[in-house]
């Protein structure tokens, strides 16, 4: 597989078109990593390395609507994401006012910079993503934002799996 997907990636770091373009690509070819798809009986969040490399690493994630990120964001890495399947909910905070919430449908993709700040979770019972960053994803910030509008950040690895920082809700 990772022969599959390492021969469509350049030997350098990508901007955000050409992440969007690779996981509009891989999405539209199942053969790559249809074989992964799965949602464990006992719930959670399933995600699959597809490939990782110097300069990109691709990610395959299947949810339900209690899968919830937390907010977020993806330190000096660029990201891309394409639903293949169901739709996912994409939050970006607001100080002040409403946060927007976007559904990203099946066969919609998109793309977002370093700094980039957001949560997301499953709109629908199954759905499927596949997501791509560059350089490769090695910490993540994430965030917790109190009842007083106050926001914090904390740095994780990318090995750990993101959730709301306990005692915050999807909506702050």
Same mark, same amino acid.
């Given at each position: 597989m990772s022969e599959h997907i390492s021969s469509r990636i350049p030997e350098r770091t990508l901007d955000r078109r050409e992440l969007r373009g690779l996981v509009d690509e891989l999405a539209a070819d199942p053969a790559g990593? =249809? !074989?992964l798809v799965a949602f464990p009986a006992d719930g959670g969040r399933h995600y699959a390395s597809l490939y990782r490399d110097a300069y990109v690493d691709v990610w395959l994630l299947c949810w339900r609507p209690e899968d919830d990120t937390g907010w977020h964001d993806h330190d000096v890495s660029s990201g891309a994401v394409h639903v293949v399947e169901g739709a996912l909910l #994409?939050?970006?905070? /607001? %100080? =002040?006012? #409403?946060?927007? #919430?976007?559904?990203v449908a099946a066969g919609r993709s998109f793309s977002f910079g370093p700094d980039h700040i957001h949560r997301l979770t499953g709109a629908v019972e199954r759905s499927v993503s596949i997501h791509a960053y560059s350089p490769p994803l090695w910490r993540l910030g994430q965030y917790s934002i109190d009842g007083? =509008?106050?926001? /914090?950040r904390v740095s994780v690895s990318y090995a750990d799996e993101l /959730?709301?920082? !306990? =005692? %915050?809700?999807?909506v702050a």
């Open positions: 990593w =249809g !074989d #994409e939050c970006n905070p /607001r %100080i =002040g006012g #409403e946060h927007l #919430e976007t559904v007083t =509008g106050v926001m /914090r /959730r709301p920082l !306990d =005692g %915050i809700s999807a």
